[in-house]
């Protein structure tokens, strides 16, 4: 009888950290500015970057420039960047702004929902960044720092 | 012996004399008026990067002043690299006399 409910006692267990974990955020999916649907799955395997920002946001837009570089240089060492903005904006604003910023990596428009699904800090910009297993690594406030980059970053690439 | 004492004397005072002068050169206060922070959710970007910047002991940003209030080690950071430090955050550190203490 003991022995029945220690195995209970342990599935239960089990099954609450599997649920932990299926909580991630690997269901993302998002509309792009060209109305395609992405999901975070597709970049299953990547070091993922999902960068919330605003057109309105200084920081964020300062901080767009560093992101295409990065983006361009570590491509190949498996480093992708998503964009995506938040609060809900214009679309034509941010397509307009994505355009001329020469932006090399896919941008969504975000919800409350969306950011929710990570963090409930409403600072910008923020840096969500998912590891290959498509798990959480960190979350960064502000505007991300080259140090930070190097230092947090940079290890996860191949 | 009263000759000894006189220059030990005058080396302790100017051993003293030459610390005080170090530790008034080394810590400054500057105040930068900073344009554009009108966004509560994104002027942490600014503290983040003073903070993050060498010789930079401690930092204050309000938003309503609109000011950056900053202590740092003169040896180490300049106050114009402050303001390149807070250029680069995509806010504007204004250009005028500076308030240094």
């Given at each position: 009888m003991v022995k029945k409910i220690s195995i209970a006692v342990l599935l239960l267990f089990a099954a609450i950290v599997t649920l932990g974990q299926d909580s991630?955020?690997?269901q993302l999916k998002l509309r792009d500015i060209q109305g395609r649907y992405f999901r975070l799955?597709?970049?299953?395997g990547k070091v993922v970057l999902i960068n919330f920002w605003a057109t309105w946001c200084p920081p964020c837009r300062a901080e767009i420039g560093d992101l295409v570089k990065m983006q361009h240089d570590y491509r190949k060492r498996g480093l992708q960047v998503i964009g995506v903005t938040y609060p809900p904006q214009k679309l034509a604003e941010v397509r307009r702004f994505v355009r001329r910023a020469r932006v090399n990596y896919p941008v969504g428009l975000g919800t409350k929902e969306t950011k929710r699904l990570f963090t409930q800090s409403e600072t910008l910009p923020m840096t969500i960044v998912i590891g290959t297993d498509g798990r959480i690594r960190d979350i960064i406030e502000g505007i991300l720092l080259p140090d930070e980059f190097e230092q947090m970053i940079k290890p996860m690439l191949k | 012996m009263k000759r000894k004492s006189l220059v030990l004397g005058t080396a302790v005072f100017l051993m003293i004399a030459f610390t005080s002068i170090g530790a008034s050169a080394i810590t400054r206060k500057s105040t930068i008026r900073v344009d554009g922070m009108t966004c509560k959710m994104c002027t942490g970007s600014v503290e983040k990067a003073l903070k993050a910047?060498?010789?930079?002991e401690k930092v204050e940003v309000n938003l309503e002043r609109k000011e950056a209030v900053v202590e740092y080690d003169d040896e180490k950071v300049t106050e114009a690299k402050l303001r390149e430090v807070i250029n680069a955050t995509g806010f504007k550190a204004v250009e005028e006399k500076p308030k240094s203490e």
């Amino acid at each position: 009888m003991v022995k029945k409910i220690s195995i209970a006692v342990l599935l239960l267990f089990a099954a609450i950290v599997t649920l932990g974990q299926d909580s991630r955020p690997t269901q993302l999916k998002l509309r792009d500015i060209q109305g395609r649907y992405f999901r975070l799955n597709d970049y299953r395997g990547k070091v993922v970057l999902i960068n919330f920002w605003a057109t309105w946001c200084p920081p964020c837009r300062a901080e767009i420039g560093d992101l295409v570089k990065m983006q361009h240089d570590y491509r190949k060492r498996g480093l992708q960047v998503i964009g995506v903005t938040y609060p809900p904006q214009k679309l034509a604003e941010v397509r307009r702004f994505v355009r001329r910023a020469r932006v090399n990596y896919p941008v969504g428009l975000g919800t409350k929902e969306t950011k929710r699904l990570f963090t409930q800090s409403e600072t910008l910009p923020m840096t969500i960044v998912i590891g290959t297993d498509g798990r959480i690594r960190d979350i960064i406030e502000g505007i991300l720092l080259p140090d930070e980059f190097e230092q947090m970053i940079k290890p996860m690439l191949k | 012996m009263k000759r000894k004492s006189l220059v030990l004397g005058t080396a302790v005072f100017l051993m003293i004399a030459f610390t005080s002068i170090g530790a008034s050169a080394i810590t400054r206060k500057s105040t930068i008026r900073v344009d554009g922070m009108t966004c509560k959710m994104c002027t942490g970007s600014v503290e983040k990067a003073l903070k993050a910047t060498p010789g930079v002991e401690k930092v204050e940003v309000n938003l309503e002043r609109k000011e950056a209030v900053v202590e740092y080690d003169d040896e180490k950071v300049t106050e114009a690299k402050l303001r390149e430090v807070i250029n680069a955050t995509g806010f504007k550190a204004v250009e005028e006399k500076p308030k240094s203490e």
